[in-house]
């Protein structure tokens, strides 16, 4: 058959019968490194372990900490506890929303301690088998009839509203299901996980993060956003809304306009609630401080609680955080030499604080406005003082962090988390993360305002990641109130900006993987015409046509 050449990593380079699979080499790779192999790419598409090579490659193995792989590795997962779940109870589980550093899950049983480690004890022997992971294509009637028979009537409803008469399951030991990612070769690399009993029916799957030095990290309870999600999640289920089928049943019987209306009127009502408490404290509280990751809506988050604040009788004075960077020449520079706009040391806190404790004081005070295509504050606007019946209103990436502000007296201050709380899910065993969420979002906001590609968007989106998980979600507990910004409806609206963006990837682009995927949870969605948004809604930060623009 002949030889071929075979680059691994770029650690070995070797020479091998043409024709062999990208699993022969995966089994002598993990013998000469030991190291986790959740899947593999050739060249920038991720392949199965049974594909064959024919002519010479570049072959890259990964694991959990490599940003497909990390998905992979959670997928592979719930699949496994899944098939446990069943085999121990016959009972089904549900997958509700990410929760810090893993993923909610619910059992229609009610858990002990013991029930935790017997099912502890059942996944770790599907990994000890080693049951490998097949893709199977099959007809998409056929895989309607499964889910049927297996009481899933939501995926037998995803699969009948996709086009291709053919469609993609995994396999463990004849048990199938779909993930809108790839998955890992096998069981056997997955053994790295842990399980907590949160209440009496919930479970929270925890597992290694890209950056958690290959351990799983402690499962941190934050009761406000977990308040906030089950509020929410109550809410999507009455409403019957709990799945994408729901909300596409909506589209097709021409009721999703009146469905946006009572969405959007049950998130006001938790800005009016927050606004009423702000405006109770007003006598002690002179700082509201809104902070929230990415995408998450502060900007119109903030221009809104002013208007509702201003309804109490409350007049806010809005800052943005972001007009105290520091000076170009004076800004810091990350390892890798470039300037790092992330951390705390960006901004002129001195000049930030020395403000606000004048304002606080009653002094008049000229705020800058930061130019951010020279890199330098400007002093344009009129001086301001603070009257009684002013407070300040301070939106910004830090605003949870009370080093930004230290100098001031906690008991002054009001902190609010802003983030879109999803209570949606795809189907029971797939929910839409937080991250995916900000990340669609994203994407259309770079390229409508600043004209970014989705790969410039793409490329960085680790590393705006990597200063949230150090710069706000460790601040999350110390807030007053969490502000959700999600709307249930909200990816059919980004389905109609964000889909032709994705396709503009090709495939031999190192991000053609993360638009297919994206574009995969995408199409579960029927296109909702953005004209039943209103002017104020926060989609409007990222989709164009915001009254705060």
Not at 55 to 79: P, V
Not at 229 to 254: C, D, H, P, Q, R
Not at 259 to 287: E, H, Q, W
Not at 325 to 350: I, M, Q, T, V, W
Request: charged content about 30%; some cysteine.
């Amino acid at each position: 058959m002949g030889k071929i050449n075979v680059n691994i990593n770029n650690q070995f380079s070797l020479s091998a019968e043409s024709g062999i699979t990208i699993g022969d080499l995966a089994h002598d790779y993990k013998k000469v490194t030991d190291k986790v192999i959740v899947g593999a790419r050739l060249g920038n598409t991720i392949v199965d372990f049974d594909t064959k090579l024919t002519e010479d490659a570049h072959i890259e193995f990964f694991d959990y900490t490599d940003q497909a792989g990390n998905k992979m590795y959670q997928a592979g997962l719930k699949f496994i506890m899944i098939i446990a779940i069943r085999e121990l109870w016959n009972k089904s589980v549900s997958f509700k929303f990410s929760i810090d550093k893993g993923t909610y899950a619910e059992v229609d049983k009610r858990l002990t301690d013991k029930d935790i480690e017997d099912l502890r004890i059942k996944m770790g022997e599907i990994v000890s088998y080693d049951y490998p992971i097949k893709r199977c294509t099959t007809r998409k009637s056929d895989a309607i009839r499964y889910y049927l028979s297996t009481k899933e009537d939501e995926k037998a409803i995803n699969i009948r509203n996709i086009p291709n008469s053919y469609v993609d399951l995994y396999e463990i030991d004849h048990s199938y299901n779909y993930f809108f990612t790839d998955m890992p070769a096998s069981t056997g690399e997955l053994g790295l996980y842990r399980l907590e009993r949160i209440d009496k029916n919930a479970i929270a799957l925890m597992y290694p993060r890209i950056d958690s030095n290959h351990r799983v990290p402690d499962y941190d309870y934050n009761e406000k956003i977990h308040g906030e999600l089950s509020k929410f999640s109550k809410w999507a289920t009455k409403m019957g809304v709990s799945y994408a089928a729901g909300i596409n049943e909506l589209v097709s019987n021409s009721e999703i306009q009146m469905f946006i209306k009572m969405n959007n009127v049950f998130l006001n009502d938790s800005l009016t609630s927050i606004a009423k408490d702000i405006a109770k404290k007003s006598k002690d509280v002179k700082l509201i401080l809104i902070g929230g990751p990415s995408s998450s809506g502060k900007t119109t988050s903030a221009h809104r609680m002013q208007t509702y604040l201003e309804t109490f009788g409350v007049k806010p004075i809005v800052i943005s955080a972001d007009d105290y960077f520091k000076d170009r020449k004076d800004s810091p520079r990350d390892k890798n030499g470039n300037y790092d706009f992330e951390c705390l040391e960006a901004l002129d806190l001195d000049l930030f604080n020395s403000q606000l404790n004048d304002l606080l004081k009653g002094k008049s005070v000229t705020l800058p406005t930061y130019n951010f295509l020279t890199g330098e504050k400007e002093y344009k606007r009129a001086p301001i003082k603070l009257e009684p019946d002013n407070v300040l209103l301070i939106e910004g990436l830090h605003c949870l962090n009370e080093d930004m502000t230290k100098k001031i007296s906690r008991d002054v201050k009001y902190k609010v988390f802003v983030c879109p709380l999803t209570p949606l899910s795809i189907d029971r065993h797939n929910h839409l993360s937080t991250t995916d969420m900000r990340l669609i979002r994203r994407i259309v906001r770079d390229n409508r305002v600043r004209g970014n590609k989705v790969e410039d968007t793409l490329g960085t989106w680790s590393k705006v990641k990597e200063g949230e998980e150090k710069y706000i979600f460790p601040y999350t507990k110390d807030v007053d109130a969490v502000l959700n910004t999600a709307y249930t409806y909200e990816l059919g609206i980004l389905r109609i900006f964000a889909e032709p963006l994705l396709y503009s990837i090709k495939m031999d682009s190192i991000h053609y993987e993360e638009a297919r995927r994206l574009l995969g949870l995408l199409r579960n969605f029927f296109p909702i015409s953005s004209e039943y948004i209103e002017d104020d809604n926060t989609l409007r930060e990222f989709i164009g046509g915001s009254i705060y623009e």
